[in-house]
């Protein structure tokens, strides 16, 4: 290859790809469910915050696996083009490939750091993840390290988030892609003993899993023993990783991925544009420092 970097490159295209797959196949599946009832809900009193618990009893909203089988494809695309990096920083260090044990060899990777301890360990640990990589390129990958983002954003930093997806496929289970209620309506078709007040709002950490509260209705006592029926008419996010947007992070990751790309490489426009007509126009865009 004329570039080091093409490989590294093609992967990060392919995960792009596989990326717009994925989200053409939720689009065309449909998360719209507020023009009809989304499964079945119930609500709980809750005298000490005088107030209906809704919780998910069962719903019409069955994601397919194939999902979860996708977004591993994207998951370890985007990580073998960071690997891939590292790969070519090490050949064109002080200690090449050549000059290392199979031990070391099989060691190389890109380290993606919650703290700064964190990275220094796996720079100059006892088994270096990046060995012999000239100072200038060690500077530029820390530049782009998690924990540079400070503690409490560094959880959620698209990196941090693709190295938890990526052990976990891996080694676990299969990452789901599960669901969020982001909008919609709850109605309420009986009411006893009570008067409704107010609703209240989604906790934005909570899955939308079977038994899962997911929204409130508060009331004013009127009687003994309240009691409410509903239905629930909601659209739901597709969200990964506990609780993160999934298109969120799609587009937080084609550019944190990319930018590093950048940093040593010219994006080949030619070989992308052999994988995917659209994909150099569309994510040259999203690699553009103006739109930070």
Same mark, same amino acid.
């Given at each position: ?131 012999? #990589?000239? !100072? ?8 782009? @390290?998690?924990?540079?983002? +400070?503690?409490? *954003? /560094? ?101 944190? #991925?990319? !930018? ?8 080949? @426009?030619?070989?992308?544009? +052999?994988?995917? *007509? /659209? ?14």
């Amino acid at each position: 290859m004329a570039d080091p970097f093409e490989s590294a490159w093609l992967k990060w295209a392919w995960a792009v790809v596989e990326s717009n797959a994925l989200q053409a196949d939720i689009d065309a599946f449909g998360l719209d469910f507020k023009g009809k009832e989304f499964g079945r809900v119930r609500a709980d009193y809750q005298p000490n915050h005088h107030r209906f618990a809704i919780s998910l009893v069962s719903t019409n909203a069955v994601f397919p696996q194939r999902w979860g089988l996708r977004l591993g494809n994207i998951v370890h695309n985007y990580r073998s083009c960071l690997d891939h990096i590292a790969w070519t920083l090490v050949e064109r260090g002080h200690t090449p490939p050549t000059k290392l044990s199979e031990s070391q060899r099989k060691g190389v990777y890109f380290p993606i750091a919650l703290t700064r301890d964190e990275f220094n360990g796996a720079i100059q640990g006892k088994r270096p993840k990046l060995p012999g #990589v000239r !100072r200038a390129d060690i500077a530029v990958v820390r530049r782009h @390290q998690p924990y540079k983002r +400070g503690k409490r *954003a /560094s959880h959620w930093h698209a990196l941090s988030v693709l190295d938890r997806l990526s052990r976990h496929d891996k080694h676990r289970t299969i990452q789901p892609v599960a669901g969020y209620p982001f909008d919609g309506l709850v109605e309420i078709t009986h009411v006893r003993n009570c008067v409704p007040t107010r609703q209240g709002k989604n906790r934005p950490r909570d899955k939308l899993d079977i038994g899962a509260e997911f929204a409130w209705i508060y009331v004013r006592k009127t009687g003994a023993n309240p009691a409410m029926r509903v239905k629930a008419h909601i659209r739901v996010k597709p969200i990964v990783d506990e609780y993160l947007w999934l298109n969120e992070w799609f587009t937080k990751t084609v550019v944190a #991925v990319g !930018r590093i790309l950048q940093d040593f490489s010219e994006m080949p @426009q030619e070989l992308l544009e +052999g994988l995917d *007509a /659209s994909l150099t126009q569309t994510e040259s865009r999203a690699l553009d420092p103006a739109s930070s």
